[in-house]
């Protein structure tokens, strides 16, 4: 055999065991759980048993909140690196050329979790860090209490909903323990200080909006009661959500800032 077929040969047969490589790294290995199923790669399958008991306590402090299971079970994809979960929500949100911002490391919908794999967030992130385990379980939990949420709701990926963004996310806010008392503290001063928005749609804005739709949720629970917060799940605009309640967003927004003061 000559040398440059001997070469060409020997090339083609790399290329071959490479490729091979490669698409055994990109496929997604599954795990069924209770109630889930586990995405995830090669890369992260020395991760994956302590992922798992983040998300059994997430699932747990949900269904805990909610007083129920999961109404159907859903996926959660553990993607390696930034660039695959920019490409799961190009194709899911219908923007082929969205590319996401540092601090976006997971987002639920009622059918599945996407998150960047949580061990890479200090260098593929900012304003996490994975060391920090109590916050990272945490948003873990916020995004599951989106899936519940999703599970309950009219509109599933929250795509259609109106006016209630502060809901959906005080939330998860709320649920997951993220409503904690440095949030607390920095809502009461903008209170003092007069420094809140005029409605409850801007809640969701601005630096302490996690703060603000936290507490108002949280001021709702403990004023209407858990039952009823379960109830609002189905809404998806800020009519429905007031006419169940037999309120008005002034009633809200009164009632919220006396029981801030008080806290």
Same mark, same amino acid.
């Given at each position: ?22 698409? +055994? ?119 599951? +209490? ?26 998860? +806010? ?90």
């Amino acid at each position: 055999m000559k040398k440059k077929t001997l070469f060409l040969v020997l090339t083609v047969l790399l290329s071959s065991i490479l490729l091979g490589w490669t698409i +055994v790294e990109n496929k997604w290995i599954v795990e069924k759980q209770n109630g889930y199923s586990l995405y995830y790669k090669t890369l992260d399958k020395q991760n994956i048993v302590e992922y798992k008991a983040y998300f059994e306590a997430g699932k747990k402090t949900v269904e805990e909140f909610f007083q129920n299971s999961f109404k159907n079970d859903f996926s959660i994809y553990i993607h390696p690196s930034r660039s695959s979960l920019d490409s799961a929500w190009q194709k899911d949100w219908n923007m082929p050329d969205f590319k996401s911002q540092c601090w976006m490391v997971a987002s639920g919908v009622s059918n599945k979790l996407d998150i960047i794999s949580p061990k890479k967030w200090d260098s593929l992130a900012c304003e996490h860090s994975y060391t920090d385990s109590i916050k990272t379980l945490r948003l873990i939990t916020h995004e599951l +209490v989106h899936v519940y949420h999703g599970q309950q709701n009219k509109s599933p990926d929250f795509s259609d909903v109106t006016g209630i963004d502060w809901f959906v996310e005080g939330l998860a +806010v709320y649920a997951s323990g993220q409503c904690d008392s440095i949030r607390i503290s920095e809502v009461k001063n903008a209170v003092s200080e007069n420094r809140i928005p005029e409605t409850l749609d801007q809640f969701w804005t601005g630096k302490l909006k996690y703060g603000l739709s936290g507490t108002i949720v949280m001021y709702l629970d403990k004023t209407f009661g858990r039952e009823k917060i379960i109830s609002l799940l189905k809404f998806n605009n800020i009519e429905e959500l007031l006419n169940a309640l037999n309120t008005t967003e002034f009633e809200i927004l009164n009632g919220w800032e006396e029981y801030m003061k008080e806290l």
